[in-house]
């Protein structure tokens, strides 16, 4: 026994996973196989195929294993065309705080997709969608970023939702951002949190 | 200089606390004078005049190119022999300890190495193995090693060494591992057959499905350099090529706690390293 | 110094908790997400207190506690934050193994003598 030169896949193993075919209607089929781990594969090789984002999204809707959860959430990511955005947007909703805040995480890296959706969102009826709408911004990278964050401690009525963007604006906020966080603390006077954050965030900015 | 040039208190922590969330590198107060110059210096190359203007292209470049070169300018990148040893202590002395529990005894443990880099990372583990692993008497082992470079892993494959990359080789096995051929060093002809060198991008999903059944993976400082979907795809596709009950283990900065959330922590005496659950299918 | 360890994502929220609990003495450990924090249990002495955000990324605060709660370390009180309050919330919270709920947003004199509480610490004069 000894160091031995090996396969980047022994042949010996599992006979016949790498000749299965890796076409569009084999992978679909294999999306729904039993196994999870043939499923985690199924969605990943899926990740190339457009046409699969429809099956992808609905198969979201039913997976009950976490790890292909995870998998599927990030091929929509790799997809990110639009049925794909909408699938993950859709994950705001969800009960299920896993895949709401893994769609949440990749929702983040992709800000010219998400972009058109973001106004909407942000005016959701659900305070909470409306804090997971200000979780995307994060880490979105899109010119954007600021005004919407300044449109929402200056307009957004309820406090969590204000309180998740002023902490964002402590990073993001250039001087145009100023007035809006002046105003919010005006808004919230009682409210220890805001006056921090907003008291950081101004400090951050600076005079300039 | 003007005094945009300064970074002040406020930037600091601002800037902290973004690469904190980035790279999951957090600078204390005793680094500041490192971090200020790294970040006056990328400030001069980019010509932003002021703080904020560099952060803002920090932040938001679509590419995130001046992130990643950030990066390599506050981590000390460099290849040699035995880097970060720990790690391979805890290879022998606890996880291939655990695997060989589990382990069929018909079939070779196998270790997967990416980025192979030059080599030093697979030849060190084949070294260590030889040197400080009794069983090796009665398991067969396997190295594979990876790069996305051809051109670096024709160097690898041929295992010729600068005396820098050698320096932390204790003499014994410099001796014993090594020849000398001019200014030089060659690992020996043993080694150089013991390792597999093989191309792969990580982020091409038939690359990534051709290198399976893995016990061990080492990937060491190359997801942070990566966006975050990148970096989560990737730990993905680690878990898949990993045996349940395999081990990744990841850079001494990186953690993969930021990454996905699929791994197990595990703490062992030397290292934390990161399991595909056994159960795991 | 009885250490806690603040679990939240949003830095500014990490920051507010730091400076409200130093200086009522306390020493304080952050995490990011649960992932982290499940680190952070791995490298360091126990922790006497939790505080525990729910929405965060990679592993939410229901999943840390849960997973908290397996582990054979000693036991310390959590306080789980949310920023909602329906009731199955906090049945959750509770379930999943945090001692109590609150919601954001959280003010100093509302968290100090909770925490105090929890650690069985008699408020200071």
Known sequence: ?208 | MPKSTIISDEDFQKFREFFYRKTGMLFEDSKRYFVDKRLLERMTATGCESFRTYFTMLRFQASGAELQTLINAMTVNETYFFREEYQFRCLVDSILKEIITHHPASRPIRIWSVPSSSGEEPYGIAMYLLEHWPQLEHWDVEIISSDIDTRILEQARAGLYASRAIQHVPAPLLKKYFRRMGAQYQISQTLREAVEFTRVNVHDTADMRSHRHFDVIFCRNLLIYFDDLSRKKTAESFFDALNPGGFICLGHSESMSRISPLFQIRRFPEAIVYQKPLEAR | MKRILVIDDAATVRLYHREILEQAGFAVTEAVNGLEALEKLETGPPFDLYLVDINMPKLDGYGFLRALRKKDIPQAPAIMISTESSPSDRADALMAGANLYIIKPIKPDQLLPLVRGLLGEERQP
């Open chain 1, 1 to 208: 026994m000894a160091l031995k030169k090996g396969q980047p896949t022994p042949p010996s193993h599992s006979p016949g996973e790498r000749q299965d075919a890796r076409n569009l209607e084999t992978l679909l089929q294999t999306l729904l196989d039993e196994d999870p781990s043939k499923r985690r594969w199924a969605a990943r090789d899926l990740a190339e195929h457009p046409a699969a984002t429809g099956a992808l999204v609905s198969r979201l809707r039913r997976e009950t294993d976490a790890t292909v959860l995870q998998v599927i959430v990030t091929a929509l990511g790799c997809l990110a065309n639009d049925e794909a955005i909408r699938g993950l947007i859709d994950c705001l909703y969800s009960e299920n705080a896993m895949l709401r805040n893994t769609a949440i995480e990749v929702l983040k890296e992709l800000p010219d997709p998400v972009a058109p959706h973001m106004g909407e969102l942000l005016h959701d009826a659900d305070p909470d969608v409306r804090i997971f709408a200000v979780n995307v911004l994060e880490s979105l990278r899109h010119p954007q970023v600021e005004a919407w964050l300044v449109e929402v401690i200056l307009k957004d009525e309820h406090i969590n939702v204000c309180a998740t963007a002023v902490d964002l604006l402590g990073e993001v906020g250039g001087p145009q951002s100023r007035d809006a966080l002046a105003a919010l603390k005006q808004r919230f006077p009682e409210e220890p949190y805001i006056q921090f954050a907003a008291d950081l965030a101004l400090k951050r900015i600076g005079v300039e």
